[in-house]
């Protein structure tokens, strides 16, 4: 198996765990807690900003020194609602119980600080189409550079129906020449529907120094340091991913593969 596709410890607890020091690069973290009703989980966000995304479920939240109530209601990913989440800027606790069986995201990457702790949705994420044909894909915004509440983070949902193209055409985004193309590390988290099936990734580089094609299953991790970075669902199953961005700018500025460049101008 690709050492950037990265399968879940188990199905209970935290079961991914990916830190700048285990990936092997210098901005993105993303955790993954699956819960049970009752069972709490408690962190310090340090020198690094968090994005808590409620994938599915309810649970009630402390954070930066406020009660923050019980968010969530989406019980199914596939549900496509827009998500509950939360901003815990660095140097704070969170806490977190969960109200019912629930999936939590933690999204982290480094902080300057001055930010408010706030909540992100529901209200003002409208799920939002992109692409055509059999690239058509959903998306739910969550922190993407529209919004100024964060000092690294860049946080998206995609919804790819069956049969459909994502991440595509073929893009990166490795470089750090501003306003051209930006530096940005991304972690791309799975679901599929049914939960049965799979989808395919793939990480490449025009030189082909990097080229890696992932059969990805419910609740994999897919690492992407470098490179372009496509997926597709295949025919009878729905494709999510919850995807973190991070680097030295909070631009997402991307270069097409000159190989599929020609399917941007057509379809422009």
Known sequence: MSKLQLKPF??????????PQSAGWRYVGFSLYRLRQGETVTERTGDREVILV????????????????????????FEKSPPHCLYVPNA?????????????????????????????????????????????R????????????CDSLLVTEVFTPNGHWSSYPS???DEDDF?????????????????????????YTEDGSLDEVMAVKDGD?????RGH?????????????????????????????????WILERDA
């Not at 939590?104 to 003002?124: K, Q």
């Not at 959903?138 to 529209?146: D, G, K, P, S």
């Not at 494709?239 to 991307?254: D, E, H, Q, S, T």
């Open 171 to 173: 893009h990166r985004h």
């Open 54 to 77: 409620m994938v599915e479920g309810k649970a009630r939240i402390e954070a930066a020194g406020e009660d923050w109530g019980v968010l969530g209601d989406r019980m199914d990913v």
């Open 221 to 225: 991790v897919v690492l992407v340091p």
């Open 92 to 136: 704070e606790d969170w806490e977190l119980v969960a109200e019912t069986e629930c999936t939590v995201a933690v999204c982290s990457a480094p902080a300057v600080g001055g930010h408010e702790a706030r909540r992100i949705g529901p209200d003002g994420i409208t799920l939002t189409q992109r692409g055509s044909g059999v690239n058509t």
């Open 138 to 149: 959903f998306i739910n915004n969550i922190a993407m550079e529209a919004e100024d509440y």
């Open 10 to 19: 188990g199905s209970h607890g935290k079961v991914h765990e990916i830190t």
């Open 229 to 261: 970075h496509p997926c597709g669902a295949p025919y009878g199953f729905e494709m999510y991913y919850l995807n973190v961005m991070a680097g030295p700018l909070r631009k997402w500025r991307f270069k097409p593969d000159p190989d599929v460049e």
């Open 179 to 203: 306003p051209n193309i930006t530096y940005l590390e991304e972690t791309y988290y799975h679901r599929l529907n049914p939960a049965q099936g799979f989808g395919i990734q793939r990480v």
